[in-house]
């Protein structure tokens, strides 16, 4: 069964940074690009780059370029999401999906992770 | 521009229609996904490529596109249906992804 497990909820002071983890299992995980997505409390989905697991190649949002950085370890089938100088307006649900290869559907969704940024 | 427009919002009583547009430039030369999200739960896919269905998701959704928009139709709306709905796409080279606003679709 094909499954994307995100780590836990996670709540940083402003300034810091915060590591969010992305397990697939029942896929070849090499096979798929993995983007990230974000959702502030009662807003709407944000996109926040992709990455190659295999290549580590990476695209980042332009607004977000030069604080998320986006990895990748093939052996543990994990992607991963940092995002650094964190402020209030980071506070939001993280999310990560498996884009289609050759496509840019996003057929596989992670259940989210909340991330609040409160001193 | 790779910005995707939606109306916030569409009430619709159950058994009739709902129409929910997506516009852009880039849609005369990407193809448009299409998401549904309930309270509390993570996207679902519910139609790729403009008009494919994913397996699964009720013939009751349909797309279609025409020009820079695109168009995601629920007919016979059930009570379920009820969530928010967001188009996605890409720039036009294919590098960055992009969101619609999302459109709340209320079941009346």
């Known amino acids: 069964q094909v499954h994307l497990e995100q780590s836990g909820a996670e709540v940083k002071k402003p300034g810091a940074s915060v590591k969010v983890s992305c397990k697939a299992s029942?896929?070849?995980?090499?096979?798929?690009?993995v983007n990230w997505v974000r959702q502030a409390p009662g807003q709407g989905l944000e996109w926040m780059g992709w990455?190659?697991?295999?290549?580590?190649?990476?695209v980042y949002a332009q607004r977000l370029q030069g604080r998320v950085t986006m990895t990748a370890s093939i052996s543990m089938s994990t992607a991963f999401m940092e995002l650094s100088r964190l402020t209030f307006e980071d506070t939001a649900v993280y999310f990560c999906?498996?884009?289609?290869?050759?496509?840019?559907?996003?057929?596989?969704w992670g259940q989210g992770t909340l991330v609040t940024v409160s001193s | 521009s790779s910005d995707l427009k939606q109306a916030p919002s569409v009430s619709v009583s159950p058994g009739q229609t709902a129409t929910i547009t997506c516009s852009g430039d880039?849609?005369?030369?990407?193809?448009v996904y299409w998401y549904q999200q309930k309270a509390g739960q993570a996207p679902v896919l519910v139609m790729f490529?403009?008009?494919e269905r994913p397996s699964g998701i009720p013939e009751r959704f349909s797309g279609s596109s025409s020009g820079t928009t695109v168009t995601l139709t629920i007919t016979g709306v059930q009570p379920e249906d009820e969530a928010d709905y967001y188009c996605?796409?890409?720039?036009?080279?294919?590098?960055?992804?992009?969101f619609g606003g999302g459109t709340r679709v209320t079941v009346l």
């Open positions: 999906a498996r884009e289609k290869s050759g496509d840019f559907q996003l057929d596989l």
């Open positions: 029942g896929y070849n995980f090499g096979d798929n690009d």
């Open positions: 990455m190659n697991p295999t290549t580590g190649n990476t």
């Open positions: 880039a849609l005369s030369k990407q193809y």
């Open positions: 490529q403009d008009n």
């Open positions: 996605q796409s890409a720039d036009t080279s294919g590098t960055y992804r992009v």
